[in-house]
């Protein structure tokens, strides 16, 4: 080390093949274009910042270029006989202007500002690459090196086997070093390498055994397995991501018709005139083309799934309509037994009431309900509820349920539901305070209903033991019999209070299915009533034709019988012939 800041001029060495400079002061490259037959250049350990004065030294196969403060690599192009290159302790952010250096063995970039490494075509005799202490995260074009043995990535920042899928593809590497990396703290770090890197012999300076071969195939198998199934449940997320989204858009789509349809009805209603004897519709054109596009739409979604039925843990999930008919199925006793909770989205809470009998049949132990876009528009609906074994929790999703802008649904609930002592309302736990207050709010509304509805109908709502007891109370001998009143006996025994019975719900389908039952009986005893009238109306005229003729053919009946027996012998003879007559 003599502290040099620049290179000596050296004279009438022309010959000179070997030079040293390392541990200096120097910072440019100069005054040895003239060393034509140099074939060591060290200038390890000194301040150059850039790579000349080398472009005469043809002959030159190994130049240590070591700790320097170099930021790029350049104006090597004629140094085609490099064997030997180190770069290392630079600051050189990328690899390029090497592809040329098709002689070059060794290449040492270690401790540099490399993120990537790429542009390593062209060097066909590199055996042995380094770049430990980098900060690269991604290798590529390492596979096209058909020489290479040796990579050192000691210490960069590979994170996963993907940024360094290219080593699988080399078959000449047998010794390769990623210590330091996030990748080596992966449990799966060793197994997968070695399972896609079968030609290695080292892995970070440590040989590999066959052991360690046949553990790392096992190993990546099972990974190959654990990945295959990740990405096999990544792809039914996505399908039910995607199924639940078209059933969405399709519950759009029918809302939206149900509401065009009722707009037309309402604007068909209060259209006053008439032309040419028929109505006259609003913008009937318009209509039909959107009922039309409506269609194409709903059409063009039928491609996907319009349902879906999924078991999440102790939750049974419904999407769309279709999915009711899950409840149709043989569930096996042990999923059935750990259902829970039943969630339905996108279902009209009438087809929902439908299902409700078979839903307390297969799921014994369901006791929290959940709705979301069903259409709970009234109170009413909620009456549907009490025919349910066992209610604990009730969930009702403000998106697509009007009812829960009502300030006291809530309230109305717990009144009706009052025999199944519900715990929790969309999640707020129910305190006596609540159920208080729901009595004094809607006890009257059960009394109210009770009391104007026929006998013969209250009877058809109860069993047989209550009938009974509800005749005993008819006939005021309850308290003869020691029977209490049914409110209070009702609440003991955690049944469904007879007024609270009353209190029921009719689908809309249920509904008119009952108006066309009345309007057949209707029709049926009107045209009963008509026939007893005609018939009575003919019996009447017969009878008071009957009255005007009678006089007339009295007197000839009396005419006929005295001409008849005028002559006594001859009407003798004439009945003795008659009976002879009828003993024949």
Request: charged fraction near 25%; include cysteine.
């Amino acid at each position: 080390r003599q502290k040099l800041t620049v290179c000596p001029v050296i004279d009438g060495e022309d010959h000179l093949r070997l030079l040293n400079f390392q541990h200096n002061c120097i910072t440019r490259i100069q005054n040895i274009s003239n060393l034509q037959h140099l074939v060591f250049l060290d200038l390890y350990d000194n301040q150059i910042e850039e790579i000349s004065g080398v472009s005469t030294l043809r002959s030159l196969r190994v130049l240590l270029l070591g700790k320097n403060r170099i930021k790029k690599i350049s104006n090597l192009e004629n140094l085609k006989n490099l064997d030997v290159l180190d770069l290392h302790g630079n600051q050189i952010t990328k690899i390029e202007n090497i592809s040329h250096l098709s002689e070059l063995r060794v290449l040492n970039l270690a401790r540099n500002l490399l993120t990537i490494v790429e542009n390593l075509n062209g060097l066909d005799s590199l055996t042995e690459l380094n770049l430990r202490h980098n900060q690269v995260s991604a290798i590529k074009d390492v596979d096209t090196l058909p020489h290479l043995q040796r990579l050192f990535l000691s210490f960069n920042n590979i994170s996963s086997f993907e940024d360094i899928l290219c080593l699988a593809d080399s078959s000449s590497l047998s010794d390769i070093t990623l210590d330091g990396n996030p990748i080596a703290q992966e449990t799966w770090y060793k197994h997968t390498v070695l399972h896609h890197m079968m030609q290695l012999r080292q892995l970070d300076m440590k040989r590999i055994t066959e052991e360690e071969r046949r553990m790392a195939s096992v190993a990546a198998r099972k990974e190959e397995e654990r990945k295959r199934e990740s990405h096999k449940q990544t792809l039914l997320k996505e399908k039910k991501r995607l199924t639940i989204c078209n059933i969405a858009r399709q519950w759009e789509i029918q809302q939206n018709r149900i509401a065009l349809v009722a707009s037309l009805n309402q604007d068909k209603d209060n259209e006053p005139c008439q032309i040419n004897g028929s109505a006259a519709y609003v913008f009937p054109e318009e209509s039909r083309s959107l009922d039309t596009i409506l269609s194409s739409a709903v059409q063009g979604l039928s491609v996907l799934e319009s349902h879906l039925v999924e078991v999440e843990g102790d939750t049974l999930c419904l999407y769309g309509a279709g999915a009711l008919e899950c409840l149709d199925r043989n569930w096996s006793v042990q999923t059935a037994g750990i259902i829970v909770t039943v969630s339905f989205m996108f279902i009209e809470f009438d087809e929902i009431v439908q299902a409700l009998t078979k839903l307390k049949i297969k799921f014994p132990n369901s006791v929290h309900l959940k709705f979301k876009e069903t259409n709970l528009v009234t109170l009413q609906q909620f009456n549907a509820l009490a025919q349910m074994h066992r209610i604990e929790q009730l969930t009702v999703d403000p998106q697509g349920n009007p009812v829960v802008n009502f300030s006291l649904w809530k309230y109305y609930v717990l009144f009706r539901l009052n025999h199944f002592n519900l715990q929790k309302i969309n999640g707020v736990k129910v305190t006596g305070n609540d159920i208080v207050m729901a009595e004094r709010l809607f006890g009257i509304l059960a009394y109210v209903a009770s009391s104007e509805l026929p006998h013969y109908r209250m009877l058809s709502l109860f069993g047989e033991s209550r009938r009974k007891q509800f005749h005993y109370l008819l006939e005021g001998k309850g308290k003869k019999s020691g029977i209490v009143s049914e409110e209070s006996s009702d609440n003991r025994s955690g049944g469904e209070s007879t007024t609270r019975a009353t209190l029921n719900y009719m689908t809309k389908d249920f509904h008119m299915e009952k108006l066309e039952e009345i309007k057949e009986r209707k029709t049926f005893c009107q045209t009963y009533v008509e026939n007893l009238v005609k018939e009575a109306a003919d019996i009447n005229m017969k009878n008071e034709s009957l009255q005007k003729l009678w006089p007339q053919m009295f007197i000839e009946l009396v005419r006929d019988a005295v001409i008849e027996i005028r002559n006594k012998n001859s009407y003798m003879k004439l009945c003795l012939q008659r009976i002879t007559d009828q003993k024949e």
